[in-house]
């Protein structure tokens, strides 16, 4: 005789996790099923040869506003406080980025540059473009072509494989430009990572849960087998429909990890994270290292190499912002909205790009309406 449960979560990544801790602190009977060979999504991270972290599938730093998502995966997890910097690296330069005052007194050789300077800069280049239209406009639009060029032109068509008019203005809205010299890349006013790193907060996720794990399981074989109430389901949203309106787009990646000897000051290069806009073939090079507090005569680099995604044969990372891609989700969505027996939740269920924090966020609210039903 099968197994009974209350709720089969397709996915172990952070939504699936989140909501079997909490479906199981109520007495749900919870059975997580992952494809991969381990937990925690793309967030998995591990230790290299040496010991030292680094995240398998590109760089995850987590920040928040919300004290309620802190205070939740607080539970699971110690906190190293850091501050992700990030660097471009192009015309044989490292520029301090987001743009910021100290990228403008690099790029006009003027170190006494004042933010007033800046501004009037800015206000001379940009173009009179009431409403960006795509991601090419956005910059534009506030900055003009020099900076333009200089650092998004081509990163942003390697990144996404498209010319930046085809995008979405969002994709490059979500970077900032300050006027003044801070160059923290993101703002909010909690940026941390786990101690002992993600994969460690993910196992205490799922402890606490109860819940049967089956990983490198593809849910659609387990299914018929299974007896249960509801079905979770983070994965793409287009393929649980077998694809009937054709697939969603997603850019796909690749990494490479490089281990190799620290430098004088314990690192391989100067920053976190470098940006490459040029002409190689990887968009950027994570040294994790540089925030894990980790002390070691070796560090590791991992670089990332953006490409096409096919169903089957990669991993979907990144939704494709565009108008076609964004009609073709909602078809999908008025599907999901007829499924009363299954909850679709995460970026790829939702096929929305979403930040750490507020798919845990998406997981406790899920939580908080499943409860109510």
Not at 230 to 258: A, K, N, S, V
Not at 304 to 332: D, K
Not at 339 to 346: D, L, S
Request: overall charge negative; charged content about 25%.
């Amino acid at each position: 005789m099968s197994a009974t449960y209350d709720y089969v979560i397709v996915g172990a990544g952070f939504s699936g996790l989140v909501l079997a801790e909490r479906l199981g602190s109520i007495g749900k009977r919870c059975l997580v099923i992952e494809k991969r060979d381990h937990i925690g999504g793309n967030c998995y991270d591990r230790k290299d040869r040496h010991g030292l972290f680094y995240h398998v599938y590109g760089p995850h730093y987590f920040r928040t506003y919300s004290a309620q998502v802190r205070a939740y995966l607080s539970r699971f997890t110690e906190w190293n406080e850091v501050r992700y910097q990030v660097r471009v690296f192009t015309r044989g330069t490292y520029w301090s980025f987001p743009v910021n005052l100290e990228t403008f007194r690099q790029l006009k050789a003027a170190p006494a540059a004042t933010e007033d300077d800046f501004k009037q800069y800015l206000k001379d280049n940009a173009l009179d473009i009431p409403s960006p239209a795509n991601a090419k406009e956005a910059i534009l639009s506030v900055a003009g072509r020099e900076l333009y060029d200089l650092f998004y032109a081509g990163y942003t068509a390697k990144q996404w494989g498209r010319p930046p008019e085809s995008l979405d203005a969002s994709v490059t809205q979500r970077i900032p430009i300050r006027t003044n010299a801070d160059d923290r890349y993101f703002q909010e006013d909690f940026q941390a990572l786990p101690s002992e790193g993600y994969t460690r907060m993910f196992e205490r996720l799922l402890a606490a849960s109860g819940a049967e794990l089956r990983l490198e399981t593809d849910y659609r074989h387990a299914l018929p087998g299974l007896t249960y109430g509801h079905l979770i389901y983070t994965g793409p949203i287009d393929e649980y429909f077998d694809c009937r309106w054709g697939p969603l787009p997603y850019r796909t990646l690749r990494f490479e990890l490089d281990e190799v000897p620290a430098g004088p000051d314990g690192f391989a290069q100067p920053a976190l994270q470098i940006n490459y806009p040029g002409p190689e073939p990887f968009t950027r090079t994570v040294e994790v290292k540089h925030v894990t507090g980790q002390s070691s005569p070796w560090t590791n680099i991992v670089r990332e190499f953006p490409g096409e995604y096919q169903a089957g044969q990669s991993e979907p990372y990144y939704p494709l912002p565009g108008a076609e891609s964004r009609a073709l989700a909602e078809r999908y969505r008025m599907l999901a909205a007829d499924e009363p027996n299954v909850t679709f939740v995460g970026r790829l269920a939702q096929y929305r790009y979403l930040n750490m924090d507020q798919i845990v966020a998406g997981a406790l609210h899920t939580f908080e309406k499943l409860q109510e039903r």
